[in-house]
């Protein structure tokens, strides 16, 4: 699979980060996780990582021109050259915009946004008991995908926590937020002819070969 260019849509915990690794390493193209970029900031207290910290915590987005900026120069990277999937970007109309025009510029586009779709209750029930790897994000969770070792990254052996943003309440205002700033992106692609819809619910596995259809045509 050649030069594929996917945005990967959904609420939190509908599983984007989960199916996005998956995808990324069956087509050998970067997993771009904007979510995964400000942790890693965050952990490592550089500016941008001061200027994201509040805004993530209390569940709420971070300002556009910051996540523009970020993907505007992860783009830019070799690896980005031959295809890549955004996980949890672009998250307004806004950063859809600036993401076309950047494109636009530069005589690329995207070939397909996935839209995973999960009831809100399935959605607490996950992001409750997620759990990730402190070190390379890896997402479990306590009851539906355990790590093999209890605390322990089957990935990269670092330590398991849980997300401060996945406490009950911050749970409730991403969702809010979901809703009322980044669900009308599906309108947007839909217009734009490149919004395909999967079932989020089920085996893991079966999700994935389901993406993996709608992204090679099948
Ligand atoms: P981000 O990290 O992007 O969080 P999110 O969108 O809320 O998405 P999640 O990571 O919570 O969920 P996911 O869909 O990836 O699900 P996952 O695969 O982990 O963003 C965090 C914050 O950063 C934002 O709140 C905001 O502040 C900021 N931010 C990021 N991007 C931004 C942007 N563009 N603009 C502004 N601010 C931005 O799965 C969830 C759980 O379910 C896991 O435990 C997993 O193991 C489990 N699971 C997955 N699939 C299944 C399944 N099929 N069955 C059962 N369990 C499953």
Redo the contacts with the bound molecule.
Sequence with gaps: MEDMNLI?L????????????LVADKCGIPQI???????QAVKDVTPLGKE?QG??E???????Q??IGI?EERLQQPDSQAGYIL??????EV?ANALAETLEQAGSAIDHVVN?E?GDD??IR??A????CKDCQE????T??PPNVQGVCDKCGGEIIQ?K??QEETVRT?LK??REQTAPLIAYYEKRGLLRNVA?????EE?FHSILGVVEGR
Excluded: N, W
């Design positions: 990967f959904g609420p939190p915990g509908a599983g984007k980060g989960t199916q996005a690794k996780s904007t979510g995964d970029i400000l942790r994201a805004y993530m209390r569940g709420d987005l971070v300002p556009d910051v996540v993907i996980d949890g970007f672009p998250r307004t950063q995973i999960v399935e959605l996950r992001l008991g997620r759990r990730t997402p479990y969770h306590v539906f995908s997300r943003d996945d991403r937020v979901y989020g619910t089920g085996d893991i999700i």
